[in-house]
């Protein structure tokens, strides 16, 4: 592993999708522009971290080395929230963060796609919500039950691509295990905050 965990999470994550060929996911991969320039965020870790220890033992092949990353150097990465427990209530944001690894507020600087991480720990609900951008998700752990618009939850294995059209509500349900996702927005406003509640395109 280099020294930089900023690199090492870049390269990580460029590796990882490298592996996803096939339509949407493929339309996304090769909308990113690799050559970012840094930006400079001051570490700040959330409990949910705390979940990466497990999610390091349940990920598949192809995720383990960036989840064990995520796990050994995650205090030096800039986690964020954007709801408040008004929105979801306290256990939810004990269990609950994201990464954003490139973007226009992540550890790289990227205007037209942003890409990062979310952690769920295990029994909690992030209820139906909905934003403009065009979302790509890859759940790292299995065991989580996913919905949009107004569908039943259904669940979804580790390295599964779920592809939400802008504006379509969606909701995620863990089970017994932490959700570790990798998540990809592109052609909306990129540090929108989601809008609560059901609406369907
Ligand atoms: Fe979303």
Redesign the pocket.
Known sequence: MTGNAFDALLAGVKTFLAGYGGEPARGFIEGIGWSMPPRLLAPRGLPCLAHLGRAAEIAGDDARPLVRLLRDRGHEFHWGQTYTAADFGHNFMDNYGWLEVFGTRGHFANEAMAGGFLILGPHIEYPD???V?E?L?IPLTGGTAWRMGDGAFQPRAAGEVIH?ASSVS?AMRTGSEPLLAF?L?RGGPLAAR?TIGSQRA
């Open positions: 919500h909905h934003h951008a979302e998700y939400h969606h998540y927005w989601s």
